[in-house]
């Protein structure tokens, strides 16, 4: 790997990106971008580097803390050099940034159509000419992919509680699935802007939305209950308690900032993390890549299944 390459874009960060490793004998980086040190919490250099070891591809990945918005355009040109980059993960708060500076890039790019809908990306995956990126926005099907391990979500009744980035790729891939959909956040006028961009996007006629006033009425009666907001938990372990115990809970969040998975463990009630969300978007972004590298599909499907087996492991 050229030193030069890796200098030209780790000199808009503020963590030492790449220097505890040996990069001579790379072909390839990746990283996780984001504004709020991602170098401290981020969980996808795990699975990347433990993928690229098992399919023994010679790349590395590091989580690349970048403290300026106003930064991103020039610094996503510099790291976006096919095919040395064969994966930019974007993270909090640049998902919408990243969009925006979608005009601005060099390198040439295929968005997906849930990009444009969502105007939101969280990866630059390298294109199978290994000239070009694909964009996408996977963060709603991995939290999609961990739901239907356990349910169908046709016809669910599925209450969404929050209005941002991730909740907006959640509530766009609940209705893909045919989920009957009600959006709850603290602002209220966010959950009605978020309400109408779906509706317009997906034709569907219907996706009620709240304030807060809306929320524990709204939980007793749904099949499932994501909490997407970033801070607190949206109902206590007492108001969980009134929630039918056939209810399926998720948190977007994991460790200690899962704080719904957390209320939900009080009361002796399962809760998926954001662990199998963040598996699921990174298979999603592994599987395309490794079509874009031409591996073998049997061999991918099992080094994926071992990643996810390691990763989702119990810790006690």
């Not at 030193?3 to 963590?15: D, E, H, K, M, V």
């Not at 509706?199 to 809306?214: I, N, Q, T, Y």
């Not at 399926?248 to 662990?275: K, M, N, P, W």
Request: charged share 20%; glycine share 6%; net charge negative.
């Amino acid at each position: 790997m050229n030193p030069a390459y890796l200098q030209s874009f780790t000199s808009f960060l503020t963590n030492p990106a790449f220097q505890q490793v040996d990069v001579e004998p790379l072909s390839f980086i990746g990283g996780i971008v984001g504004g709020e040190n991602p170098s401290r919490y981020s969980q996808s250099p795990r699975l990347w580097n433990r993928f690229f070891q098992l399919q023994r591809i010679p790349a590395y990945f590091e989580a690349l803390d970048l403290p300026d918005a106003s930064q991103f355009p020039p610094f996503v040109n510099h790291i976006l050099k096919p095919p040395l980059c064969i994966d930019l993960t974007v993270t909090s708060p640049y998902k919408g940034v990243a969009y925006a500076a979608l005009p601005t890039l060099q390198a040439p790019v295929t968005c997906s159509q849930r990009v444009h809908h969502l105007q939101s990306l969280n990866h630059f995956i390298l294109a199978p000419d290994h000239a070009s990126y694909l964009v996408d926005s996977t963060d709603g099907e991995g939290m999609i992919r961990a739901l239907k391990k356990r349910s169908s979500l046709s016809g669910a009744r599925v209450l969404l509680v929050g209005a941002g980035g991730a909740a907006a790729s959640i509530g766009y891939e609940a209705l893909r699935e045919g989920a009957f959909l009600r959006i709850v956040n603290i602002i209220e006028e966010d959950a009605r802007t978020l309400s109408c961009r779906l509706k317009e996007v997906l034709s569907v006629r219907e996706v009620p939305c709240g304030g807060w006033e809306k929320l524990t009425a709204w939980a007793k009666e749904s099949d499932v209950i994501i909490s997407a907001i970033t801070e607190s938990t949206p109902l206590t372990a007492a108001q969980l308690a009134q929630v039918p115990e056939s209810t399926l809970l998720a948190d977007t969040r994991y460790g200690d900032r899962a704080l719904f998975v957390q209320a939900a463990q009080h009361i002796g009630r399962s809760c998926i993390d954001g662990r199998e969300m963040l598996f699921g978007q990174f298979y999603a972004a592994a599987t395309q890549l490794s079509e874009t590298l031409r591996l073998p599909k049997d061999q991918v499907e099992r080094t994926l299944h071992q990643v996810e087996a390691e990763f989702l492991l119990p810790t006690s």
